[in-house]
């Protein structure tokens, strides 16, 4: 199985996990349906530190479209890479509204990803 169908996996369960109230679920299945979209079209990574992956995404998205957008992009990253840290590691359990925020931008961030690398 590729990367890219665990991320689609992934990010549908995300989004199941939701309606069904497995919020701390769906933060982490979101986040990796991004890591896993980004292992995917930059396959040479030699890496699996998710601060190396943010940085690799940053370069990849600054020739493409500049710093700005891929400084934003990298900090939507880490952000997700962070709350799975939270959903999987803390004593901290999500709401539905924050949930859902993150499942949403996870998502976006996803398709923005797609958008721009899959035409490398």
Same mark, same amino acid.
């Given at each position: 199985?590729?990367?890219?169908?665990?991320?689609?996996? $992934?990010?549908?369960?995300?989004?199941?996990?939701?309606?069904?109230?497995?919020?701390?679920?769906?933060?982490?299945?979101?986040?990796?349906?991004?890591?896993?979209?980004?292992?995917?079209? $930059?396959?040479?990574?030699?890496?699996?530190?998710?601060?190396?992956?943010?940085?690799?995404?940053?370069?990849?998205?600054?020739?493409?479209?500049?710093?700005?957008?891929?400084?934003?992009?990298?900090?939507?990253?880490?952000?997700?890479?962070?709350?799975?840290?939270?959903?999987?590691?803390?004593?901290?359990?999500?709401?539905?509204?924050?949930?859902?925020?993150?499942?949403?931008?996870?998502?976006?961030?996803?398709?923005?990803?797609?958008?721009?690398?899959?035409?490398?």
């Amino acid at each position: 199985m590729s990367k890219l169908i665990k991320a689609e996996v $992934l990010m549908k369960e995300a989004k199941s996990d939701v309606e069904h109230g497995s919020y701390n679920k769906a933060v982490s299945a979101s986040y990796f349906a991004v890591r896993l979209t980004v292992e995917h079209f $930059l396959n040479k990574l030699r890496t699996t530190k998710d601060d190396k992956i943010a940085n690799a995404l940053f370069r990849e998205v600054s020739k493409r479209l500049g710093k700005r957008e891929a400084e934003r992009m990298r900090k939507e990253y880490m952000l997700l890479f962070n709350e799975r840290k939270k959903a999987d590691h803390r004593p901290y359990l999500f709401m539905k509204d924050e949930t859902t925020r993150l499942v949403q931008m996870a998502e976006s961030l996803r398709e923005e990803i797609i958008t721009l690398l899959s035409d490398k």
